[in-house]
């Protein structure tokens, strides 16, 4: 799933970010991914030259993390088809990126939920899909068919899948329109 930015919108907030305190870049950071070891290596690879210079540092970073700090980002990530409340970014985008389960039936929300119970059972963490466009039924389907996956296959699918959510997190606050100086 390419992700492109836009460089009109992403070079100021990108010399934003670069310019930013240590403490206010990894805050931002945490947003995208709550791993304290990723958002410190990457406030402090900066500055980036470019949008895709911090996108390429941020896969390198999250290859890198040790599966106790991939944890810890899978902690801020709410189960498939709870609903986020709050008026933060991150509680934004979070329901943005599961909006697919908005229209879901009752059925499939209460499928979603047992789901969700034999997943965590099995694996000891929450089930983590970049949900950004896929249907209800595709992400049950998806849980479903990761249930039959041993433990290291599935770390490797969800490496994979934090990889792809964090990119698209990391796009968007670049492409943020709020007040840029």
Not at 20 to 39: F, G, K, M, N
Not at 108 to 122: D, F, I, Q, S
Request: net charge negative; charged share 30%; aromatic share 4%.
């Amino acid at each position: 799933m390419p992700v492109t930015t836009d460089p009109t919108s992403a070079r100021p907030n990108l010399e934003r970010f670069n310019a930013l305190p240590v403490a206010d870049a990894e805050s931002e950071l945490l947003t995208c991914c709550a791993s304290r070891r990723w958002a410190a290596a990457v406030a402090g690879g900066r500055p980036y030259d470019d949008p895709a210079a911090l996108l390429a540092a941020s896969a390198t970073e999250l290859a890198g993390l040790d599966w106790p700090d991939v944890l810890e980002a899978l902690d801020a990530h709410p189960r498939i088809g709870d609903r986020v409340g709050g008026q933060d970014r991150e509680s934004a985008w979070s329901r943005g990126e599961q909006s697919g389960m908005d229209a879901a039936a009752v059925e499939l929300r209460a499928a979603m939920v047992e789901g969700n119970r034999a997943y965590e059972a099995r694996f000891d963490h929450v089930f983590l899909i970049c949900a950004t466009g896929r249907s209800a039924a595709e992400m049950l389907d998806r849980l479903q068919a990761r249930l039959g996956n041993d433990a290291d296959t599935e770390r490797a699918v969800v490496r994979d899948e934090l990889a792809k959510i964090v990119e698209l997190r990391l796009t968007k606050l670049l492409n943020e329109t709020k007040d840029v100086p």
